[in-house]
């Protein structure tokens, strides 16, 4: 079962998706946060694997709350809950360490997809999907234009493999070249880079 932490100053919207979330077995929520403060007060004791965290709350918003519960535990999947107009805090809270991002009006299906992705390892980022190999060619080969594309579709490792027709030790090479030529940190960073460079983001 996925222990998940839900931090958020709306009660209602906290209530609802607790609701939702709690009546699927494979899930359980453990906390419940009204700002990040609180979430940081309690994370010592608290037993979670998934945080989802609102992006703009009062005391201490997301991106702070981030950056100081990953300083303490960083083995936490944590998950940007986001309002349509708030894109422009995408790039904040990928560099905080977030692994995904969820529209506040998602179905109940999305939230689900999106925490069992960042449990695997993956990240979430379904708005910055489509991208195509408009990368300078100067600064990546094809072969790594082709596998940026992949990624930037949420397309697993071996998934690439199988897609691109070469080995996953081919494509973890892959990745770690186009990470180190374009200086980000990981790969929803990198996702983010790239949809930025190409005005994607919106």
Request: glycine share 6%; with cysteine.
């Amino acid at each position: 079962m996925i222990k998940i932490a839900l931090v958020d100053d709306h009660t209602l919207f906290r209530n609802g998706l607790k609701g939702l979330l709690s009546a699927n077995s494979h899930y359980t929520v453990v906390g419940e946060f009204s700002d990040g403060s609180q979430l940081i007060a309690a994370l010592p004791t608290l037993d979670v694997d998934v945080v989802l965290m609102d992006v703009s709350m009062p005391n201490m918003d997301g991106k702070t709350a981030t950056t100081l519960a990953l300083n303490q535990r960083p083995e936490l999947k944590i998950i940007a809950l986001t309002m349509y107009g708030e894109q422009q805090y995408a790039q904040q809270m990928i560099d905080a360490g977030v692994l995904g991002f969820i529209h506040k009006d998602s179905d109940i299906q999305t939230v689900f997809d999106a925490i069992d992705t960042v449990v695997s390892g993956e990240s979430y980022l379904p708005n910055y999907q489509n991208i195509t190999s408009a990368i300078d060619p100067d600064a990546l080969t094809e072969r790594e234009i082709a596998v940026l594309t992949c990624i930037c579709q949420g397309l697993s490792t071996p998934q690439i493999a199988e897609q691109l027709n070469i080995s996953k030790r081919t494509v973890d090479a892959h990745r770690a070249r186009i990470l180190e030529k374009t200086g980000c940190n990981n790969t929803a960073s990198l996702v983010v880079h790239a949809v930025t460079k190409l005005k994607i983001l919106s």
